[in-house]
């Protein structure tokens, strides 16, 4: 090959570092424009690609969908939904280390983002690491969104309770929970579910509080009522319990677990022989009924025992003293009118207490769950 | 040595071989730094040179396979076939100098050609390699951007009249801009140029190498993104004994770079034994073995692979699979490039180290599921075992594994199997791949893995003690004659004051003494010139500078220059050499 023949062309530097800058200008100029249209074509391709990729998701096909999402990362590598969307992918497929590498490398690149630092803490929460999960999480509710921040943000702060409640760190759920309900804007449906997690910690006191915030602009919503009812029944509020539970009893016939407390505080509520405003003749025969009640349920508790194998363990061995006990009391509860057995009626409701507890193997009725009420909220204002 | 640098420097001869004045930059701009301001524009020209290879080969690949090159397709089967006659057209009749890598064409440039690569050779590696990987050729962009640079460089060079010396440096120059912008890894470009281009540590060239390669990285950075290659989660060493596993695949890593070097070794001469008219049909024939394998269930064999590698790093494939791929690998590389199709190996090495990688660390977790390390991690560490091993370049494969992945919590292991590789890999094949190729096309090229075996002569091998006794400038001409009575030796070495040392015989001492100078000091009746002296840990060839100037050479110590260590003469240096058998001292 005929080897090319160039001439020097200056002698002064100046003049060709000119030369060179401006050649570097036109050079620069011409590879945008390519790497522009090349750009432009590799979007296009790896938006279609993504796009079917999403498509696989939402169709329940994990793998398929990382891999799409692979290859329209070939043709878009620095896309940051891409990447988001694969990290979430190869989560979801139990890849967690890579998409942990993933989504380290889009944390590092914006450490603020709501979304990355969300899924960095979901992926903390499947790895069951508490404290990167709280770090990642509270990133995303103080972190920046592109759209809807609050709703994205009450969301990650309500995963992190969930996730916090399973992991039973109470305290911490408790913490964030009591954070949450101070920032939450008027709206019921996220009070009520703040109610809700205030009562599964448990925390009454403030699920009550929830409860009736919700029903102050939902006079009859039925899940405020139910909960409202649980709540109020939990801190021994009976009255009060029975008014919501009446009320959520009416709104949703069908559900079993607020009529039996319903049933439950109506029970404590005519049969409390504590109450002020009875006389002492009915407060005698309230005791009575009670101690008659939790005679024939440990009778009934004892002959279910009996019936059993004999090499199993034997309740019916351990009741038996109490129902020595018991007969000794009978035997005693005439002399409930006199002034002289003042404490007669705390023992009375002792043996009751300890017959009910000791008696929880059998399915208790309503009456019983009423009695053992009775027994340790004895003297309380109901 | 201060009269070596004082020395005025003289007039070169042009690579044309005419002897012309070093051009006179007005003020600042000397030579040298208007040297380095041109690295910087050699590597802003290399990187957008590399930036358009990359969108070539892109385009091409794209309008020859497929966005997605998919097993079964005719496309897949036929196109490289193609591509093959059609490459092997342009290399034989229009760029016939783009056969290959291009990392030996361009080290024959500095050594053989003064640092000369035709600008068509630059065009015509840039069309031909992009075609050829782009359609499927299971070549790499790296070793073509290489020689791209390079040809840039050197064209930019011609342009300057720059001395011999300075225009022997444009293609490495240019071939550092090359390779980082195609690695996009300028640590790794500068340190394989030196140990594969230069072949020696010169600190002469260094700046404007790392100036280029910082400079042409910065471009494909602006034009590309400045993401790593590769990305994989940190490396944590659970139990040191997980090293284990790490040289374990080192010495997998290293037996396949000897089957892979040497099935490439073996068959390229055969294959350019064949009479020429095979040469049209060579690649087109390597094609169709290659889109035949795509065609059966492994296309990712095909082109350079980058996404695959990424693809076995994030466990998309089983072990079973990462292992056939890098078999297949070997056998479309060893025939896309012992056929003289344009295009690199460190893609496809690369690609093999990864697939092995992935394969050894899957078989390892099957039987010890406590190891840690992910597919991720040993795909990677393999990259670097097949670098070291096959390329030969041990300290450029750490490197570039750490600048790909941008992971340094990799070091540990990256060193460990590296060395693991390159130690069996050395020990079964002492040539370099690369020194095995340059011979076979009949050059003998210096290597850097050469040199670290030669055998270095030094002054203090060729030393004596001095001749007794040794004079001081203060004693009187009458004092050194008396002392010189009893003395064998005709020559003896005077210590001037405050430093520096002068030599005389017998004969003048009688005659200074004859002329009536017995009272004077020998500093002031001796000639003021100065002998040159050397030091103990110069190389012996320094000595051959002045040897013949002066009958001794006086040997002095570097902490104190007056303090003499010895003496040397031309017949000890002579002598030395003599003695020494020719390969031990490197000249076999």
Not at chain 1, 145 to 154: A, Q
């Amino acid at each position: 090959m005929r080897q090319l023949t160039l001439k020097p062309v200056t002698s002064r530097p100046p003049a060709v570092i000119a030369g060179l800058t401006l050649l570097a200008i036109l050079g620069f100029i011409g590879v945008t424009r390519l790497v522009n249209r090349f750009g432009e074509q590799q979007k296009a391709l790896a938006r279609h690609l993504y796009e079917r990729a999403v498509a696989e998701q939402q169709a329940g096909k994990p793998d398929l969908a990382v891999e799409h999402f692979r290859d329209a990362l070939v043709y878009s590598p620095d896309n940051f939904e891409y990447q988001l969307q694969l990290a979430r992918a190869l989560r979801d497929t139990g890849r967690t280390e890579e998409a942990e590498a993933y989504l380290v490398s889009l944390w590092e690149r914006a450490p603020q983002d709501g979304a990355v630092n969300l899924a960095l803490g979901r992926l903390a929460a499947r790895q069951k690491s508490l404290d990167r999960a709280l770090q990642y999480y509270h990133n995303a509710i103080y972190g920046v969104w592109s759209s809807n921040p609050d709703e994205h943000r009450f969301q990650a702060w309500f995963e992190l309770i969930d996730f916090l409640l399973r992991q039973n760190a109470r305290p911490q759920a408790q913490a964030e929970l009591i954070t949450l309900a101070a920032e939450l804007p008027p709206q019921p449906d996220l009070w009520l579910r703040v109610a809700d997690l205030f009562a599964s910690i448990p925390d009454y006191d403030r699920a009550l509080a929830e409860y009736r915030q919700v029903l102050k602009i939902q006079h009859g919503n039925p899940k405020a009522l139910a909960g409202g009812g649980e709540a109020a029944f939990n801190l021994g509020q009976f009255r009060l319990a029975e008014h919501y539970l009446q009320e959520a009893a009416a709104a949703n016939t069908q559900d079993a677990k607020v009529a039996r407390l319903l049933e439950v505080s109506r029970l404590v509520l005519t049969r409390d022989p504590f109450r002020g405003d009875i006389s002492m003749e009915e407060r005698n025969q309230r005791l009575k009924s009670i101690f008659g009640d939790a005679g024939e349920r440990l009778e009934s508790c004892m002959a279910s025992q009996s019936g059993r194998p004999p090499n199993a363990p034997s309740a019916t061995s351990a009741l038996a003293p109490l129902k020595t006990q018991w007969d000794e009391m009978k035997r005693k509860l005439g002399r409930l009118r006199s002034s002289r057995e003042a404490g007669l009626p705390d023992e009375v409701m002792d043996l009751v207490l300890k017959v009910e507890q000791q008696t929880q193997s059998c399915p208790p009725s309503a009456t019983d769950q009423a009695l053992l009420l009775l027994a340790q909220n004895r003297g309380r204002e109901p | 040595m201060s009269q070596l640098t004082n020395a005025p420097p003289l007039p070169e001869p042009t690579a044309s071989g005419a002897v012309v004045k070093v051009p006179r930059f007005a003020g600042t701009f000397r030579e040298e730094r208007f040297f380095l301001v041109l690295a910087v524009f050699i590597g802003i020209f290399s990187g957008l040179a590399v930036v358009c290879f990359r969108l070539f080969i892109e385009w091409t690949g794209m309008g020859l396979l497929g966005p997605a090159p998919e097993a079964h397709n005719l496309r897949v089967l036929l196109v490289p076939a193609l591509i093959g006659l059609l490459v092997s057209a342009l290399v034989i009749h229009v760029f016939p100098q783009v056969r290959g890598s291009g990392v030996n064409q361009t080290k024959s440039a500095l050594y053989i050609f003064n640092g000369y690569i035709p600008f068509r050779t630059a065009i015509g590696k840039f069309i031909t390699a992009a075609l050829a990987i782009g359609g499927g050729h299971s070549l790499g962009p790296e070793d073509p951007s290489l020689q791209i640079g390079a040809g840039l460089a050197s064209a930019l060079g011609r342009r300057m009249n720059f001395s011999r010396e300075k225009l022997r440096l444009f293609a490495p120059i240019g071939a550092a801009a090359g390779l980082a912008a195609a690695f996009n890894a300028p640590i790794s470009a500068v340190l394989f140029v030196i140990e594969e281009v230069i072949g020696r540590w010169s600190v002469g060239v260094m700046g404007p190498v790392v100036l280029s390669a910082i400079s042409s990285v910065v471009v494909i950075r602006w034009f590309l993104g400045a993401q790593p290659l590769f990305r994989i989660p940190p490396v944590t060493i659970a139990r040191p004994t997980e090293l284990i596993a790490y040289g374990i695949l080192g010495i997998v890593g290293g037996f396949a770079a000897i089957v892979f070097a040497k099935a490439i070794c073996f068959l390229r001469p055969r294959l350019r034994a064949l009479p020429k008219w095979t040469q049209y049909v060579q690649s087109s024939l390597a094609g169709l073995c290659i889109g035949l394998i795509g065609y059966l269930g492994a296309p990712q064999v095909m082109g350079a692979g980058y996404e695959y590698m990424d693809q076995a790093m994030h466990d998309q494939f089983t072990w079973k699979v990462l292992a056939i791929l890098a078999g297949l690998k070997i056998i479309a590389t060893t025939l896309s490039f012992a056929t003289g199709t344009p295009g690199g190996m460190f893609a496809p090495a690369l690609f093999v180290g990864a697939m092995l990688g992935g394969a050894v660390g899957g078989v390892e977790r099957i039987f010890y599921p406590h190891l840690t390390g992910t597919t991720g991690t040993y795909a990677l560490v393999g990259m670097g075992v097949l670098f070291a091993g096959f390329l030969r370049a041990p300290l450029t494969s750490v490197f570039m594994v750490l600048e790909v992945s941008g992971n340094y919590s990799i070091i540990v292991p990256v060193i460990l199997a590296n060395s693991v590789a390159y130690v069996i890999s050395r020990s079964l094949q002492p040539t370099p791949i690369f020194d095995l190729l340059t011979r076979q096309d009949g050059l003998d090229l210096p290597s850097l893995e050469e040199q670290r075996e030669e055998n270095i002569l030094r002054v203090e091998d060729a030393m004596r003690p001095p001749p007794t006794p040794v004079l001081d400038s203060q004693e009187t001409v009458g004092e050194a004659n008396q002392s010189i009575q009893q003395s064998p030796a005709t020559v003896f070495l005077v210590r001037l004051s405050p430093s520096g040392w002068t030599s005389l015989n017998s004969g003048l001492l009688k005659r200074l003494a004859s002329e009536g100078k017995s009272e004077m000091t020998l500093g002031s009746a001796l000639p003021t010139e100065r002998l040159p002296y050397l030091h103990p840990d110069l190389p012996l060839e320094m000595a051959l500078r002045y040897v013949y100037q002066t009958p001794l050479v006086p040997v002095v110590s570097r902490a104190d220059f007056r303090k003499l260590e010895g003496v040397v003469s031309s017949d000890d240096v002579l002598n030395k050499y003599r003695v020494v058998p020719r390969e031990e001292s490197g000249m076999g």
